[in-house]
């Protein structure tokens, strides 16, 4: 029984192969920054995105999935977060777009993650073999969406913490220099009250003299 398990994923392990790309990146605003993946016939391109940083303006980005012929397969307009899953039928680089024209100050801070799924289609398997083994393929990327989702929802929640942290430490700092100043300010003056009441007692004690 052992032998068939070790047998069955060495075989799973055999005809699919993943490769990824995580990446972070800044999109200027009035910009459009794109990037390339190759493929070929049969293969899977898999990209998942999320805006976690829209400066001061909206969590959204324009993303195109271009085709080597130039063919638009997908296009998102002002999307905070979107996931994409195209099967590949030419061979050729593919072309994914971030576009934040629309902008005109604010850079926006996209983190995707660009997953190939490639099949080993010249082995002869049988048909019932290959539909359960796409079918569990299918179910684990739904469930890698979804964790996706959840860890690009922590990582937007880090970043705005990170972020307000340093603007809460900053007023923090203001405030503290504010309140010694206005402080030293206040010991000024009443010192002048004081040398100046005691001038006066002196100038007043020397008239009645």
Avoid at 178 to 199: A, D, S, Y
Wanted: with cysteine; glycine share 6%.
């Amino acid at each position: 029984m052992f032998q068939n398990w070790r047998f069955l994923i060495a075989f799973v392990i055999g005809i699919h192969i993943s490769s990824c790309r995580e990446i972070t990146t800044n999109i200027e605003p009035g910009s459009r920054d794109c990037f390339y993946q190759a493929g070929k016939a049969g293969d899977t391109i898999d990209i998942e995105y999320q805006v976690i940083d829209g400066g001061h303006g909206d969590f959204d980005i324009s993303f195109d999935l271009i085709e080597p012929t130039g063919r638009l397969l997908y296009s998102d307009f002002n999307r905070p977060w979107n996931q994409h899953t195209q099967d590949i039928r030419i061979d050729g680089v593919y072309k994914l777009c971030f576009d934040n024209t629309f902008s005109v100050l604010n850079t926006k801070i996209v983190h995707f993650d660009l997953f190939n799924e490639t099949f080993d289609s010249k082995t002869n398997y049988s048909e019932y073999l290959y539909a359960s083994i796409n079918y569990i393929q299918r179910t684990l990327s739904s469930h890698k969406r979804y964790f996706n989702f959840y860890k690009y929802r922590k990582t937007r929640q880090s970043h705005f913490e990170e972020k307000y942290n340093l603007q809460v430490q900053v007023w923090f700092f203001i405030k503290i220099i504010n309140i010694i100043l206005v402080g030293f300010f206040q010991v000024f003056m009443i010192k002048r009250i004081i040398e100046n009441g005691k001038i006066q007692e002196i100038q007043e004690t020397i008239l009645k003299k």
